[in-house]
């Protein structure tokens, strides 16, 4: 098995000659790779970053080489590389290249131009050219898009915030004091080996995108009118209907008079943008250490229409009640204003938070959340 050399000399006529060993050596080797496994040994034999022969190349010639010869040795080597990356391409069982040359053989068999004026190792440039696919939005991103746009046409602008997060801005600052069992409703993800610090300091992955409402209240007065789409993580094993990384769109308006009719409001409205002007919103009382008082907002089934059943099969996605449950929301809790300085006797606001992933995965009639995330492009296409 050829090895990369050191050079004991530099001349034009000794490098010459260990180019000239090392291009046999691989014109060999290509050519023995005639299955999908021989070939990936051999590309990376040649092309790993680590111990490959082009990085052998570049540390024993180029960077072994004396100053004068530096500007020659570096012509050759990227002239190696060169080769070489096209040796290991064409070389591939199964490429354009084989089957161009088989498709070549029949035509000379045939006796026809192609193969003669060509010859048999040409490219054939008749073949049809690789065409980059198109991509497109992904439907859990694209469902996100929608919502916020909703918001955008009522006057709100877009806020982000930081995935991994301090234990002060997910909890703390949304009046879950430490250790209190409201805690335990989300399941947390934190960063291993932090004991040392203050626990309001410690790294976690965000459970929610609440946490952006005190980083935008910290940094902006009043009037805010916000929403926050991103990205979460909770320590839940996936199922069809669970996912450890999810997405959310969080909002926030907070200005002088805001009433809980103002939320019930915006939120009517905006469900009938987002599902059709037939649906209608219901509310149930809820607990969130960060609204009081808080609420679970409900819409009716735009699958069934509200009647619980498809014909006379039972519907699934409102489990027959005619209700979908789609958003946690509130009035801001007093307790938030005194975190981020503004004053609880001045101004009032309410707050919302849904799950993109399950709306997304409600709009498009998807049975398992782990579609959206295991990369399947035959799935995926579906929504270009
Ligand atoms: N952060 C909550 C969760 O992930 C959802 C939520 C509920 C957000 C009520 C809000 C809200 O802004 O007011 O479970």
Partial sequence: MYTVPKLKSFSAAALDK?????????????????????????????????????????????????????????????ELKATVTQ???????????????????????????VATAAGPDALDITLPGIRRPLGSEHPVIKTMHEIVSVFRNLGYSVQEGPVIETDYYNFEALNFPPNHPARDTQDTLFIAGQEAKPQRERLLLRTHTSPVQIRTMEKMKPPVRIVIPGKVHRNDPPDASHSPMFHQVEGLAVDTNITFCDLKGTLDHAMKALFGSSV?????????????????????????????????????PCKQTGWIEILGCGMVDPNVYGFVDYDPRKVSGFAFGMGADRIAILKYGVHDIQLFFNGDVRFLEQFG
């Fill in 18 to 78: 260990a180019v000239e060993k090392l291009l046999a050596a691989l014109k060999q080797e290509a050519a023995s790779a005639k299955n999908e496994a021989d070939w990936k040994i051999f590309r990376d034999r040649w092309m790993a970053r680590k111990n490959g022969v082009l990085t052998e190349i570049n540390d024993l010639w180029l960077k072994a080489a004396p100053k004068e010869a530096k500007r020659e040795v570096g012509q050759r080597v990227n």
């Fill in 87 to 113: 040796t290991v391409d064409k070389s591939r069982p199964g490429t354009a290249t084989a089957v161009s040359r088989a498709d070549l053989s029949v035509k000379a068999s045939l006796g026809t131009v």
């Fill in 280 to 316: 209608k919103t219901s509310f149930r009382p809820s607990f969130f250490p960060f609204t009081e008082p808080s609420a679970e907002m409900m819409v009716s089934c735009f699958i069934c229409g509200g009647s619980g059943k498809r014909g006379s099969e039972p519907c699934r």
